[in-house]
């Protein structure tokens, strides 16, 4: 089992930045493709950035002003958020697959943090 923590989210103002953190535990995630996904208040949760190996690939509304970043040494993915909208605004998930396929979908992915808010206001 893969336990995933997420922390670093908060209130910001627009065009400010924030860093997300994603510890795992159980089990080492080096070689698992690791993904951030987003759910804003009556939304369906979306995909926002994954890392498959060192290829990263982001949605568009956030490319550009995301990064997705993963340091194996601490079993830990980071999502750097630049340039914040209010449109950003959403709980943000950071998940593990355990395949390497349509990893843009959520109902790929094994295990999932609890979440942490991130709030711009405008």
């Known amino acids: 089992q893969v336990q995933l923590a997420e922390s670093g989210g908060g209130l910001v103002q627009a065009g400010g930045s924030l860093r997300l953190s994603c510890v795992a535990s159980?089990?080492?995630?080096?070689?698992?493709?690791m993904g951030w996904f987003r759910q804003a208040p009556g939304k369906e949760r979306e995909f926002v950035a994954r890392?498959?190996?060192?290829?990263?690939s982001y949605a568009d509304s956030v490319k550009g002003r995301f990064t997705i970043s993963r340091d194996n040494a601490k079993n830990s993915v980071y999502l750097q958020m630049n340039s914040l909208k209010p449109e950003d605004t959403a709980v943000y998930y950071c998940?593990?697959?355990?395949?390497?396929?349509?990893?843009?979908?959520?109902?790929?992915?094994?295990?999932w943090g609890q979440g942490t808010q991130v709030t711009v206001s405008s």
């Open positions: 890392m498959l190996w060192n290829a990263e």
């Open positions: 159980g089990r080492t995630v080096s070689s698992y493709p």
């Open positions: 998940a593990a697959a355990l395949g390497p396929y349509d990893l843009d979908k959520a109902s790929r992915y094994d295990y």
